[in-house]
């Protein structure tokens, strides 16, 4: 497992933007891939962006396609999510998840990945 650590939660307008970051506390050249998950009060934590560690293919859900953007720093061992035109549905916390292999599983599922941070809380005020 690799310690994993989010900034950039905080709270923004609806349209507005955040940036999100996560720092991995090792090399991650073992890692798979990394990706966002989100969860919102009485809902279950649901997937929001991946990307393949090696290649840089990136998946995302449906609900976010198109607004959030995630992107890599292979140097610095970070991972970002751009999150633009915010909306309030997309108040939750979110955390950082790295998956150190491919087991076949599907990259949407929280329990694909190994290795968890400790979340920030994003809050879209309408």
């Known amino acids: 497992q690799v310690q994993l650590v989010e900034s950039g939660g905080g709270l923004v307008q609806a349209g507005g933007s955040l940036r999100l970051s996560c720092a991995a506390s090792r090399r991650t050249f073992s890692t798979y891939s990394m990706g966002w998950f989100r969860q919102a009060p009485g809902k279950e934590r649901e997937f929001v962006a991946v990307?393949?560690?090696?290649?840089?293919?990136?998946f995302y859900s449906d609900s976010v396609k198109g607004r959030f953007t995630i992107s890599k720093d292979n140097a610095k061992n970070t991972v970002y999510l751009q999150m633009d035109s915010l909306k309030p549905e997309d108040t939750a916390a979110y955390y950082c998840?790295?998956?150190?292999?491919?087991?076949?599983?599907?990259?949407?599922?929280?329990?694909?990945?190994?290795?968890w941070g400790q979340g920030t809380q994003i809050t879209v005020s309408s």
């Open positions: 998840a790295a998956r150190s292999f491919n087991n076949g599983s599907s990259r949407y599922s929280s329990l694909s990945y190994d290795s």
């Open positions: 990307i393949n560690w090696s290649s840089g293919r990136a």
